[in-house]
């Protein structure tokens, strides 16, 4: 789109490398300021992402950068999701040498996920794709981070000057400040749907000048929180009564952690009865021990139950199997029960081998808690497909399928638009990527119609020069 050698020296070229009309594969190269030379004095990377779809990634992720790899100084992570970091391996097998920076949970949070990535694909991919992601590359990619707190100013050069702002996505997430001499430019990373149960409210947008804003939910709005966490416990008290099995798919990082906050407050008031829940999924156990170890980020009322009861993570009933024969038998165990396990789209994890023993019952139901992206297991239940195919059977789908979208990690449209317009004074043009197209689009629609801003809805390779 822009010619390089046309920008003067106050300029930096924002590229839209990947992750602009997809949901997953977040990817952004920030280059710039020109020296006399013409040359970028600094290249700078916000996420490294893996494209994910039918499988953990695609194809597309093995393939060569856009830019080389060596030349990129620093690498700025918003938050731990494998959409956002999951190329690193990639990235440092490819020649990267920089710095990586996230605030501190998601230093902590980083090498587990990336480790069970390096695990499923292990397994699933040929030869060539476990050389990049190969346990001594894994290593490499999560060791030397350097941890910077939300609102601590980190420096690059003078004038150059990088803050993380809370994003209440998940445990660590941040949207991305980059204050350019006088010109603001912020990454937005993830936007939690605030309030959560376990996380501050995502901080104001303030006086930005340019914004690369995620519309995963542009097109969309989200069941009220108090009517969600109503659903949950109408679908528990449903079960409880069938007499069957509720599987409920999840992520292991913070949708589990807030499931099971939820859940234990609902028998601390007695709401449900207590019922033999499963947490099966080595990682989110995993995780679930690092958040006990960050509980300064957590917000006041889940920091209150902390200081008032030992363990919000634990409650009477709850079983955790991070032992595969304890998996298995969980089939033995009277019903009724409850499964929470991994993955959160069906695209892998131990909840597929649940749904290949549950889902011709018409007693059990299954309960979809987030975003299911195109291609998966997950999306094919959503979009009420009457047979799946699960570990080479052909499974007819007599359980009940129940959706709560209110527990998706991300803003609905209407909070997307909240949020960009608290800097609608300031902002020069918004930039919505991290969507899919129709969703992308609609959102870049009310920004322009509600908000009287200019917006562009760029397209993956895309680049485009910022005036500073
Ligand atoms: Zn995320």
């Given amino acids: ?31 710039g300021p020109l020296d006399e030379s013409g040359r970028p004095l600094l290249r700078i990377l916000v996420d490294c992402g893996l494209v994910q779809g039918e499988k953990l990634a695609t194809e597309a992720n093995w393939e060569p950068f856009a830019f080389d790899p060596a030349t990129i100084d620093y690498l700025f992570i918003t938050h731990a999701h494998i959409d956002h970091i999951g190329r690193i391996p990639k990235l440092v097998h490819d020649g ?48 030397g981070w350097t941890a910077v707190d939300y609102g601590e100013p980190f420096e690059l050069v003078p004038g150059l000057t990088v803050k993380f702002y809370n994003a209440g996505h998940i445990l660590g997430s941040a949207y991305v400040e980059f204050m350019l001499g006088g010109t603001k430019v912020v990454f937005s990373g993830d ?103 960050q509980i300064k980020y957590f917000n006041p009322t889940i920091q209150e139950h902390v200081s008032r009861h030992d363990d919000p993570f634990i409650f009477p009933g709850l079983v955790v199997t991070p032992e595969a024969q304890d998996s298995k038998n969980i089939l033995k165990k009277p019903d009724p029960k409850v499964i929470i396990a991994g993955s959160g789209m069906s695209s892998g994890g131990r909840v597929v081998h649940h749904e290949h023993n549950y889902l011709s019952d018409p007693k059990n139901t299954l309960l979809l808690i987030g975003y299911q992206s195109v291609g998966t297991l997950g999306r094919k239940l959503e979009d ?9 059977a052909l499974i007819p789908v007599r359980a009940t399928i129940r959706k709560i979208s209110g527990y998706s990690g991300h803003k609905d449209s209407d909070a997307l638009i909240a949020f960009i317009a608290t800097s609608k004074n300031t902002l020069k043009k918004v930039y919505t990527v991290m969507g899919e197209p129709k969703s992308t689009t609609f959102l870049a629609q009310r920004v322009r119609n509600e908000l009287g801003l200019a917006v562009e809805s760029p397209s993956g390779g895309d680049s485009v020069v910022i005036d500073c």
């Fill in 1 to 31: 789109m822009v010619s390089w050698v046309h920008m003067a020296k106050t300029q930096y070229k924002l590229t839209f490398c990947s992750g602009a009309t997809t949901v997953t594969g977040a990817d952004f190269l920030l280059e």
């Fill in 96 to 143: 990267f040498r920089g710095k990586i920076i996230a605030t501190p949970p998601t230093c902590a949070l980083a090498r587990p996920m990336l480790l069970d990535t390096a695990a499923i694909l292990s397994r699933d991919l040929d030869h060539k794709l476990d050389q990049v992601y190969t346990s001594e590359i894994v290593d490499r990619s999560t060791t």
């Fill in 191 to 293: 936007l939690g749907n605030s309030p959560s149960p376990i996380l501050p409210d995502t901080t104001p947008l303030k006086d930005a000048d340019y914004l690369l804003v995620e519309s995963v939910y542009g097109d969309r709005l989200h069941e009220a929180r108090d009517e969600r966490r109503d659903m949950l416990k109408d679908v528990l008290l449903e079960n409880y009564k069938k007499g069957g099995t509720l599987i409920i798919p999840t992520f292991s990082l913070e949708r589990t952690q807030e499931v099971i906050f939820e859940i234990h407050q609902m028998l601390e008031e007695k709401l449900i009865p207590r019922m033999p829940i499963y947490l099966d999924s080595p990682l989110a156990i995993e995780i679930t021990d690092i958040y006990r170890k």
């Fill in 384 to 392: 009420g497909a009457k047979e799946i195919a699960v570990d080479r």
